[in-house]
């Protein structure tokens, strides 16, 4: 590799470092990053924090007094063309007359998709692609998904032993998973934008479903504050409409949908019960919500990433009609044994072909815990 493939490497790492941070609050936005170097020193660096806010490559400019002439941007994103809340990042870096672009990954936004470099390539400004590129799909894989399918991206979490037990049989179930684990679990609510549950989960743990800052790992607790913090959407699924919601605590610590099933009913109907929830009518299939008109009116609005933290009949439906896009899974080093609670809640089959395959992607220790996470084949 030249000299100037490992100087625009460097360069965009830090980038995508830059581009994490947004992961916990550009909601429905991609995460960006952005980095200007001039005569081989950064000058400017920035990421997008907020919709509505400053993209990467502006709060970047800022940061270099927009000084850049004749500067190298290294973006993590191709850089928007479009008048959204705010106007095109690439008419702006043409007006600042930077010389060269560097771009981890192309933008599958239907109003960008390669305007944006056509906007620079035109301007006569040099432009590189591909830098990096699978480091940035990764951090926005979410938003890849969701944008174009219009459908958010599901993780299925799921905390066992080491003979896949997720609980006694008296249903105890606090904690099989060590403090390391349940500290990972803040990290993936903190970026999700929507958690969904099941009324079974509800009536057992009474959960409040939130995001618990001085849970969080301490490595992220030294990135974001407090206050950069969003609380997702929390979504309950209740076929019959049976829950008492004065009773269980996640109804009055923050936004919830209260999705129930109704046989009549083909589009969605929505019914604002008070300022923090909404009750939501979906089709019924099978005796229950149907799984894919849940994720489409999801999609409609913004969710891009999904978690899934349920019982194993909720958490098996998603694996089992393949809306599961990945399954991550601590493993605690204890064996239960006897009569407990299985994690899955699948028909058996006949063809080992015949199910939804998962590869793993990464393996992590998390304290005592091991921390699998597999993704659905394509």
């Known amino acids: 590799m030249s000299d100037q493939g490992q100087t625009d490497i460097s360069y965009m790492r830090r980038a995508l470092e830059l581009a994490s941070l947004g992961l916990y609050s550009t909601y429905p936005n991609p995460a960006v990053g952005c980095v200007i170097v001039k005569e081989g020193r950064i000058i400017g660096e920035g990421y997008h924090h907020k919709a509505g806010q400053p993209h990467a490559e502006i709060e970047a400019l800022k940061s270099a007094d927009y000084n850049v002439a004749g500067a190298t941007c290294y973006v993590t994103l191709e850089p928007c063309s479009h008048y959204g809340r705010t106007p095109p990042c690439a008419l702006k870096l043409v007006e600042m007359k930077v010389a060269r672009v560097v771009i981890a990954c192309g933008d599958p936004n239907p109003q960008v998709a390669g305007r944006g470099i056509k906007i620079l390539r035109d301007a006569g400004i040099e432009v590189t692609?591909?830098?990096?590129?699978?480091?940035?799909?990764?951090?926005?894989?979410?938003?890849?998904?969701?944008?174009?399918?219009?459908?958010?991206?599901?993780?299925?979490?799921?905390?066992?032993?080491?003979d896949a037990r997720t609980a006694l049989a008296s249903g105890e179930s606090q904690w099989i998973t060590g403090v390391e684990s349940r500290s990972d679990v803040q990290d993936l609510r903190a970026t999700s934008d929507a958690l969904i549950t099941g009324i079974g989960t509800v009536t057992a743990d009474n959960p409040r479903l939130n995001v618990r800052y001085s849970d969080l790992p301490t490595e992220v607790r030294s990135k974001i504050s407090a206050d950069t913090l969003r609380q997702p959407l929390k979504v309950v699924l209740d076929s019959r409409g049976t829950l008492d919601i004065n009773k269980y605590q996640l109804f009055t610590t923050g936004r919830v949908l209260w999705c129930t099933a109704d046989d009549g009913v083909e589009t969605?109907?929505?019914?604002?019960?008070?300022?923090?929830v909404t009750r939501v009518t979906l089709p019924r299939e099978n005796g229950?919500?149907?799984?894919k008109a849940l994720l489409a009116y999801l999609g409609t609005l913004g969710i891009r990433r999904a978690l899934v933290e349920a019982g194993a009949t909720l958490a098996s439906a998603f694996i089992e009609q393949a809306l599961a896009d990945e399954i991550i899974c601590y493993v605690a080093p204890k064996i239960i044994g006897g009569s407990s609670k299985s994690t899955f809640r699948l028909p058996?089959?006949?063809?080992l072909n015949a199910r939804t395959a998962y590869k793993f992607s990464k393996t992590e220790l998390k304290g005592a815990d091991v921390k699998l996470t597999l993704r659905r084949n394509a």
């Open 129 to 162: 692609e591909h830098v990096l590129e699978q480091e940035a799909f990764e951090i926005n894989r979410a938003f890849f998904k969701a944008i174009v399918e219009n459908i958010p991206y599901v993780s299925v979490k799921i905390g066992m032993s080491l």
């Open 288 to 291: 229950l919500i149907n799984l």
């Open 348 to 351: 058996e089959i006949a063809d």
């Open 268 to 276: 969605t109907l929505e019914e604002r019960i008070n300022s923090q």
